[in-house]
């Protein structure tokens, strides 16, 4: 039992500062914080990503790439151009690791506005601290593990960040439904998304890119909006426009 809980706190902190803090702040600037509170979130986010962390800037300009040129050959991980989810995952890593190594810049409409913190996105992306974190999540199945089939869930949280987004990005633009015509595949994959936080309202987000509520009818319930709007009444955020969402 430790060891289920320990998974599901590490797939659902890592989800949420994936599409809190890497989606809707770093890539889409939903909402405002204070550079401290910034400097809190980027800490989480690496803390609960751990060994997947996935540096802001370049999930900002990768994301932004995706929305620009959403299933055209341009875009950086359509499910369009691949012929498994595997393939796609690999060639977005090398798109990824080319922005995070800053091998080439990305062209200006896709540069800045996004959070930068050069010393912790470094350490951060660095295979040493990848192993280290590794480590710890061996170390802490062979204290806890009760059953040999436990074991097969330390993979998936050695590349929980990257997981995540080839689920969304390979279901979200292949299967479900869709609310409005926005000129690509995007869909809303299931309308209950709370294992993946609202994150599969593909069609909803692309056709409201800038808005922090991934649902679009009544009963699509985007789980992280409620959290969002309540940190916004606490006044730890600033959403865009909150009148109008």
């Known amino acids: 039992m430790i060891i289920i809980i320990f998974f599901f706190c590490h797939w659902f902190l890592s989800l949420f500062f994936q599409t809190f803090y890497l989606h809707r702040y770093a890539a889409h600037k939903m909402f405002s914080t204070p550079k401290v509170t910034e400097r809190i979130f980027h800490t989480l986010t690496f803390i609960c990503q751990g060994s997947s962390f996935l540096n802001p800037r370049a999930y900002a300009i990768m994301h932004r790439e995706h929305h620009a040129y959403s299933d055209t050959e341009k875009d950086p991980h359509s499910p369009h151009f691949f012929t498994d989810v595997f393939q796609m995952m690999y060639k977005t890593a090398i798109s990824f690791r080319i922005y995070e190594k800053r091998i080439r810049e990305p062209e200006a409409q896709f540069r800045g506005n996004y959070p930068e913190w050069r010393l912790l996105d470094y350490y951060g992306s660095h295979t040493v601290t990848r192993i280290g974190f590794g480590l710890l999540y061996v170390a802490f199945y062979a204290a806890f593990a009760d059953?040999?089939?436990?074991?097969?869930?330390?993979?998936?949280?050695?590349?929980?960040?990257?997981?995540?987004?080839?689920?969304?990005?390979?279901?979200?633009?292949?299967?479900?439904?869709?609310?409005?015509?926005?000129?690509?595949?995007?869909?809303?994959?299931?309308?209950?998304?709370?294992?993946?936080?609202?994150?599969?309202?593909?069609?909803?987000?692309?056709?409201?890119?800038n808005s922090p509520n991934f649902g679009a009818r009544w009963f699509e319930i985007d789980p992280v909006y409620p959290v969002m709007k309540v940190m916004h009444w606490m006044r730890i955020i600033r959403l865009r426009k909150p009148s109008a969402v």
């Open 147 to 209: 059953a040999w089939w436990q074991w097969l869930l330390l993979p998936i949280q050695f590349i929980m960040g990257p997981l995540h987004g080839a689920i969304v990005n390979w279901c979200g633009h292949k299967y479900g439904y869709s609310n409005f015509d926005n000129g690509d595949k995007s869909k809303n994959t299931t309308p209950f998304d709370f294992l993946m936080l609202g994150e599969l309202f593909q069609n909803n987000h692309h056709k409201r890119p």
